[in-house]
């Protein structure tokens, strides 16, 4: 069975930083893509980026941009969110996705059939 699994969120300044990793376990990633949702209280769930199996990462939402990054690590079966300059309007659970259907990047919850537990990111002072 395969499960994916969010860590690395937490309580950061405004101005901080945060790196979530997202890890496979059941199967590799390197065959697909992997999107990064966020969700905060209230509304609904956003996609923020998606990183391709090559590599090159696809925005979702404009706010981030030149602020988040995504990477991967295929061998070690980890994706990463960069995630720099945070600002209290990134607090949110962040969720990273995939997919056995289809492997390209999707901007739509309902493209994916896999996600993580989530984890929380806060930003305040």
């Known amino acids: 069975q395969w499960q994916l699994v969010e860590s690395g969120g937490g309580l950061v300044q405004p101005g901080g930083s945060l790196r979530l990793s997202c890890f496979a376990s059941?199967?590799?990633?390197?065959?697909?893509?992997i999107g990064w949702f966020r969700q905060a209280p209230g509304k609904e769930r956003e996609g923020v980026l998606c990183?391709?199996?090559?590599?090159?990462?696809?925005f979702f939402t404009d706010s981030v941009k030149g602020r988040f990054t995504a990477s991967r690590d295929d061998v070690g079966g980890t994706v990463y969110l960069r995630m720099n300059s945070l600002k209290p309007e990134d607090t949110a659970v962040y969720f990273c996705?995939?997919?056995?259907?289809?492997?390209?990047?999707?901007?739509?919850?309902?493209?994916?059939?896999?996600w993580g537990q989530g984890t929380q990111v806060t930003v305040s002072s």
């Open positions: 996705a995939a997919s056995l259907r289809n492997s390209y990047c999707s901007i739509y919850v309902e493209d994916y059939e896999y």
């Open positions: 990183i391709s199996r090559s590599g090159v990462s696809s």
């Open positions: 059941g199967r590799s990633l390197d065959w697909t893509s």
